[in-house]
């Protein structure tokens, strides 16, 4: 009986020592946290990625109502289906699924793969900042453009000299003119009739912010009726079936030898 005294409360010990802390460590083990598994939804990472690039108009271009412009994009039909739809839509506006809120539908159904078109921009489009949206009309995958501008064909209108004017072969003459909105230039001067001449590369503003130049008619004018012409000449400003190719303004003149005093 005095062995179990003596022994039994060292097996107690060695159970303590030897057994709790594996029962502790176990324990712990089992109310570690678990990383994050997510559930098995078959989505493909390419998926999360935008699938059309609309590569122009570019960030910050200028467009003019009424040109012609090439609207640009890359997609994978397979991914996006093979219709699109082209939207413009201000820069800032939310864009709903069925395109309702768009400043206008430029296209309801286009060939995803097309790569792009060129667009004639309506002439009563209003002036602003736009993007262009281009919509799958199959699972909703959109790109958008960078900001863009569109803004109103400037007016001229030729100030001095008024019209029927007289002017005298080989004199030099004051042309003023004004314009409304976003012009670009340069301009041309155009002395239209027999013999006239054209002057080019005119700036729209001289060196003092004047609008004006001083223009010679030529020796070579015969007497007669002429339109003076003032036209801006750039890529902008091209006008179709036109006899002068460019937008601008005009007066009538009366060219004569000398004029009688």
Do not use: C
Not at 217 to 236: C, W
């Amino acid at each position: 009986m005095m062995l179990k005294r003596i022994y039994v409360p060292s097996l107690v010990v060695l159970i303590l020592v030897f057994f709790v802390p594996a029962i502790f460590a176990a324990s712990s083990a089992s109310q570690a946290p678990k990383p994050y598994r997510p559930p098995n939804v078959d989505i493909n990472p390419s998926d999360l990625f935008v699938q059309i690039y609309v590569t122009s108009p570019a960030a910050g271009v200028k467009w003019r109502v009424g040109t012609e412009k090439a609207i640009q994009w890359t997609a994978d039909p397979a991914k996006v289906g093979p219709q699109v739809k082209v939207l413009l839509v201000r820069k800032d506006q939310v864009q709903t699924v069925n395109g309702q809120q768009a400043q206008l539908v430029i296209k309801e159904n286009y060939p995803s793969g097309g790569g792009g078109f060129h667009w004639k921009i309506p002439a009563n489009t209003p002036p602003g900042d736009y993007r262009i949206v281009v919509m799958s009309k199959s699972n909703g995958k959109t790109g958008r453009s960078q900001p863009f501008k569109l803004i109103s064909q400037p007016v001229f209108k030729i100030i001095q000299p008024a019209e029927n004017s007289t002017w005298e072969i080989g004199k030099s003459y004051t042309v003023k003119w004004a314009y409304n909105g976003e012009a670009l230039g340069p301009l041309s001067l155009l002395l239209f009739g027999s013999g006239g001449n054209r002057v080019d590369n005119i700036p729209l503003n001289g060196p003092n912010g004047d609008r004006s130049f001083l223009f010679t008619v030529p020796s070579t004018a015969y007497p007669g009726q002429f339109a003076l012409m003032l036209i801006e000449v750039n890529d902008e400003a091209k006008l179709e079936n036109d006899l002068i190719g460019y937008r601008g303004t005009y007066v009538g003149l009366k060219v004569v030898k000398e004029i009688v005093k």
